[in-house]
C-alpha cells in the first residue's frame, strides 16, 4: 500500500487574513489513479492545488506533504515543475499568436550557440504530441485551435516537462461533449503511461466517467477520500453541501406578477462574423417579481443571449422581443436602459467597473444624465443618490470617495448592481452574480435579489453554480448549444435534470463509441 | 437589509479619511508643486536671484503658453486613451494660414477694412481652421476607427506638407500692431487688479453656493473655516500673482488666454458628462460602453476641442513669433505630451488633470528658462530635460509602488 501513493497530505492548512482556507487536510493520492477533487467554489480545491503547484511556497502553509514518501517543500512553480508536479489551469495560458510547438517549449527552446534549434523543437514536441495521442500538429497556430486542441496542447505542455502528476482544474469547463469525451480518452491514455492526474470538476457526472477515487471539500475541510465504485452523485452532493444548503439561500417571499419580458424564437449571429450563430432559438417569458434563473454549460450562450438582450452583441436575425407587451428593438446599452433594461455583467473587472475611479463615479456612471444638464453635473445629487443607493445594499468602504480597486470582489460587485439599481431597471439581468464572491456576501447579494424581486424587478440570473440556480430561481431556463432547450418550475427542477438538458443528454441518447 | 452593517459615510465632521482621501488621491499635485518650487528655489540661487525677478517671472508664464493651450486639449485625448501627435504642426499650420491671411488676404481681398475687423476675421480663421481639421481627425478616429497614433501620425506629415504649399518655403510676416497685441501685449495693471477682485468675489460666491447646495441635498458639510480656508488661499494666489506680474508690465495676454482655457476645460473634465464619461472610457471602456456611453461621439467631441485649442494655440503662436514659417510649431507635440505625462497623466488612460499638466508645463518652462539665463549650451538643456522627465516618471512609479 505505502509503495503505490505519489503523494500524501498531512494535515495541510493554509490560513488567509481572516479566512482559513484549508483546515487539517489529511488525505493521499495512489500512484497512477486518477483522482477527482470536487467541492463548491470556495470549498478550497484551488488553494489545495495552488500549494502542490508551489504557487503557494513551502512554509506559507502549516502540515507535510510527502512526495514519494519525500517531503515536498516547494519554494517555487518551477521547483514543482521539476518535481515532475504541473498543473493545467482553468484559463488557458497560451501564446495565441505563435505556434503549438513554441508554446510547449516556451521559456526552454532547445538552443545552440544561443540559436533556437526550430528542427529539434518540432520534431520533439511532434513526439509528444503523438506519444500521448494527442490530435494536434506541431506547427499549427494557436490562434486557429479550437478550445479542445489548446487544451491538449496545454496538456503536451505539462508533460513536455516530464510530468509524473499532473493536475486538471476544470479542464472541461468550456469544452463540449464530443471534446470533453476525447478528453477523457487521453487521461485514459496518461493513466496507460504512468501518469497521476487530479481532476477537478464542477460536473459531477464526469467524475464517475473517469476517476478512481474521489476527494469531496467542503469549507477548506476534508470530507471524505474514497472510491469511485462506492459513490453515486447523490452521495457526492450530499457531501458537498452537508447540511448547510437549505441555510444558503434566503428565503424569498415574492409574488409573481403579469409577464413583462417576451422572448420568441430569437435568433441572432455575432456581428463580425455573419456564419457564427450565437443565439439558435431561444424563446421565454419573465414576470414582475419573479427570478429566472437561466442554466447551462459554459459556452452554451447565455452571456451571448443576455448581452444580445441588453443591446450590445448579437445581430438579431429572426424572433421577436416583447417588452410589456410592445416589441421592441434594442440596439444599444443605452436604448436597453431606456426600455427599463439594465445588466450586471458578467466580468466585473472587465465589464463593469471602472477600477481606478471612485465608489461614486461608478456609480452614478450610467445614471449621470439624470442629474445633469449637458453643461453641469449637479454634484451634490449625484452624491446623494449614489449614497442612497450604496447605503441600500449595505457596500462597506470607508467613504463614497475610496477607490473602486481597494474593495473586496464582493463589495465590488455591489458597485456594479448599485449601478443598475439606480437606473431604477424593470428587469435586471444577473450574469453570473456571485462569481468569485465569498460566502457571506454571496448570501447578501442574494437577500438583495429577493428584495428586489419582491420590489417587483424582474431578475434574470444567469449562473455556472447550480445550487444557486436552484436556490433562487422561480423557474429555471436550461441552454444547451445556444437554444433555450426547456424552462422548467422550481419544484420539478433538480440538478440532475437540469444538468441532463444542458449536456443534451436527456433528448438524445448517447452516441455509442 | 436595514441592520446595518453599512460604514458609507457622506461627510461627517468626525470622519477625518475623506478629508484623508482627498490628499492621497491628490498627493502627486502635492509632490509636483513641491518640485516646481524646489527648481525655482535652486535656480534663483544659481542665477543670483534673477531668476525669480518679475521679468523672468512674467517671462516664465509666457513662455509656456504655446504648448500649454495644446496640453489642456492633450489631457483629455490621453485620459481617453488616445494620443495627438498631430497638435504641433496643426497649430503651426494654423499659424501659417492666420500669417497669410493678415499678410496677403484681406489686402487683396479687402483693402478697405478696418484693421479691427481684418484681425478679428483672421483669428476667426484661425480657430475655424484647427475645429475643422479637428472634425475630420476626429470622425476618421472616432467612426473610422483608425488608431489615433497612427491618425495623428499621418496628420503630422500631411499638415507638414500643407505647411509648405502654403508658405512656398516663404516667412510670412504676421507682426501688424493689432494682430500682435494678441500674445505680446499686456493687460493694463489696473485691469488686472480689477479682474483679480471679480475672480475672488466668484470663488466666495460659487463657495457659498455649493455649500448651500450640498446642505440642500442634505450633504454634511465640510467645517465653515476649512472652506474659508481653501477660498482665500486661493484668492490670495490670484492675488499675489497679480502683484508680483504688475511690478513688471502686468498679465500678459496670452497668459490671460492661457487661464481662461485652463478653467473653461477644467470645468468641462470636472462638472460635465463629456468629461466624467472620458474618465471612465480611458479607465475601462468596456465598462463605459456597457453604461449606456456613446464612445465614438465622445472620442469625437474630444478631437474636435483638441483640433480647436490648436487653433487657439496656432493663433497666438502666430502673434507671439509674429511670422509664420516653414518650422512652425515643429516638435510642439512633444513637449505638450510631455506635460500632460509629467503632471500625472497616466499613458494608459483614464488618469490625469488639467491642473496637474500646467504643472507639468511649468515645471519644463521653468527647467529651459533657467537653464538659458544659466547659460547652459542648448545641447545639454536638452539632456537635462529629458532626464528629469525620465526621472520623474520614475520617481512616480517607485512612489506607487511603496504605497
Redesign the interface.
Known sequence: MEKDVILEFNNVTKKFPGITALDNITFSIRRGEIHGICGENGAGKSTLMKILAGVYPWGTYDGQILHNGQDLKLRSIHQAVGEGIAIVYQELTLVPSITVGENIYLGKEPVKAGIINWDKLYADSQDVLEKYHLDVKARSLVRHLGVGKMQMTEIAKALSENAKVLILDEPTSALSEAETDQLMEILRGLKKHGVTCIYISHKLEEFFKITDSITVLRDGKMIITEPTKGLSVEALVKHMVGREMKERFPKGNRKPGEVILEVEDLHAQNPLDSNDEIIRGVSFNLRRGEILGIAGLMGSGRTELVMTL?G?YGKITQGKIKMEGREIKIK???Q??LYGIS?V?EDRK????????SIL?NIS??N??RF?S????????E??ES?YY?????????????MAESLSGGNQQKVVIA?WLMSQPKVLIMDDPTRGIDVGTKYEIY??MN?LAEKGIAIIMISSDLQEVLGMSDRIMVMCENQSVRTLNRSEATQEKIMALATGTESQPVLER | ?TK????????TKK?P??FG??IR?NLQTYALVLAMIAIWILFYFQTDGIYLSPQNFSNLFRQMTITAIMSVGMVLVIVAGHIDLSVGKLAGYVSVIVAYFQAYFWADHLPDAPALLTTALSVLVGLLVGTLYGVVQGWIIAYLRVPSFITTLGSMWILNGLILIATVGKTIPANQPLFSIIAQDYIPKTTGWIIAGIVAVVLFVSMFM?RQ??H????TLAPMWQDLLKTTLMAGFVFGYVYYVNVYRGIQNPVMILIIIVVIFSYIAN???LG??T??IG??R?????????IRGNTFTIFVLMGFLCGVSGVVMASYVGYGTIAAGGGYELFAIAACILGGTSTLG??GTIFGAMIGSLIITSLTNGLQIMNVPSAWQYVISGAVLVFAVAADMAMKKTK
Do not use: C
Not at chain 1, 450604496?390 to 475610496?402: C, D, E, G, Q
Not at chain 2, 440642500?216 to 450633504?219: D, Q, R, T, V
Not at chain 2, 468596456?286 to 456613446?294: D, K
Open positions: 441588453f450590445e444599444s446599452s443605452n436597453a436602459m445588466m455583467p472587465l465589464h463593469g467597473l471602472v477600477a481606478i475611479q463615479r456612471l450610467a449621470l444624465g445633469s449637458w453643461f453641469r453635473i449637479n454634484d451634490s445629487a452624491l446623494k449614497t450604496a447605503k441600500s445594499i449595505s457596500i462597506k468602504a470607508p467613504n463614497l470617495h475610496a449601478k437577500k438583495i428584495d | 437589509m446595518s452593517t453599512a460604514s458609507i459615510t457622506t461627510t470622519d479619511s475623506q482621501q482627498a488621491n455649493g447646495r450640498k440642500k441635498y442634505g450633504i462638472n460635465t458628462r466624467r464619461y474618465y471612465a479607465g475601462n468596456e465598462a463605459a460602453r456597457l453604461s449606456g456611453i456613446n483614464g488618469v
